[in-house]
């Protein structure tokens, strides 16, 4: 375990470059809740992560759904759901709720609720929805914690990174959503089930740091910063509580807690093991490619790769029924 690490500092000043003063004091509140959303309170966020770069994107597409153009809501409603009419979703931590929405385009959904404790997001869902004409969708301001799950109600529960964020994963996975969801009902999860609080073991950060040395010095010049990443340290314990007190809490219980209690229909790791730590704050430079970058992507994949297949992945994919 890891109190604090140089990364620490730098993170957090880069937040500070990216969020400003408010930001950064916010973290000072005793209240965690109040913490926790403010990490998530504000709708364009400029950050590196690496989840912005298209060709990571198209990645995650084809190891999920074995297409890099089909994304994964079109794969599900494909694949599992395109018979079935009338169906019943929750989604919880629903954020923006950009998937959501997506999935109640489709007319197999009579109602999709979604809950989250984030005001702001959640306007930015509903004015969305307004514009589309989606009534099936609906936005509830209410702690998870708080909420009443009514019995053998939903078809489907789903989290879309989220679940991390949550604490007493066995209670929750094991016995409230079991009981929520209808016999036969399916729970979708996309999600990081990695070392609780991100702390990576040794070997991990040790094989981070190899594959950094694949990025050409030019693109490891740290986002909105004029320092370059020459090496990962990976995240201190009172950093990651000061941020947001939620942030991968119980990460690792969620595969054993969902493998106890539920069938698995459909299960894709999608890796994230490296490239997630090695391309924060440095993705802005992967976003338009050259030559060199795409060859510097298709080498860090296939790191990853080798990495994957004596290691279980950090990111998941997954179908399962109650």
């Known amino acids: 375990m890891r109190l604090i690490t140089l990364d620490d500092i730098i993170e957090t000043y880069t937040k500070f470059r990216q969020r400003g003063l408010p930001f950064i004091t916010s ?43 089909l994304e994964y809501e079109d794969f599900v409603m494909k694949k599992f759901l395109a018979d079935s009419k009338g169906l019943k979703m929750l989604s919880l931590g629903s954020g923006i709720c950009s998937h959501e929405l997506k999935f109640a385009s489709y007319n197999n959904f009579k109602e999709i609720i979604c809950i989250d404790i984030n005001e702001v997001l959640f306007d930015s869902a509903k004015q969305i929805a307004t514009k589309h004409n989606l009534n099936n969708i609906h936005f509830k301001i209410q702690n998870l914690y708080e909420y009443e799950f009514p019995e053998n109600y939903f078809d489907i529960v789903f989290f879309h990174a989220s679940l991390h964020h949550f604490k007493n994963i066995e209670e929750l996975v094991g016995h409230k959503i079991k009981k929520t969801l209808k016999t036969n009902g399916k729970l979708i999860i996309n999600e990081f089930v990695g070392p609780n609080r991100l702390q990576f073991p040794k070997e991990q950060i040790v094989a981070a740091n190899n594959a950094l040395k694949i990025i050409p010095k030019p693109y490891r010049k740290r986002f909105k910063l004029n320092l370059y990443k020459n090496r990962i340290y990976g995240s201190g314990i009172i950093r990651m509580i000061l941020a947001d007190p939620s942030e991968c809490v119980e990460s690792a219980q969620i595969m054993p807690s969902i493998h106890k209690n539920y069938r698995t229909i459909y299960e894709a790791p999608y890796g994230g093991n490296l490239l997630a730590n090695v391309l924060k704050d440095l993705s802005d430079h992967f976003l338009e490619l050259n030559a060199e970058k795409e060859k510097t992507l298709d080498i860090l994949f296939e790191f990853e790769d080798e990495y994957l297949k004596k290691h279980s992945s950090d990111f998941i994919f997954g179908v399962y029924e109650n």
Do not use: C, M, Y
């Open 27 to 69: 973290k000072l509140n005793l209240h965690s809740i109040k913490r926790t959303k403010s990490a998530f309170n504000e709708l364009n966020i400029q950050s590196a992560n690496w989840w912005i770069i298209p060709k990571v994107q198209q990645r995650w597409n084809k190891l999920i759904t074995g297409d890099e153009n």
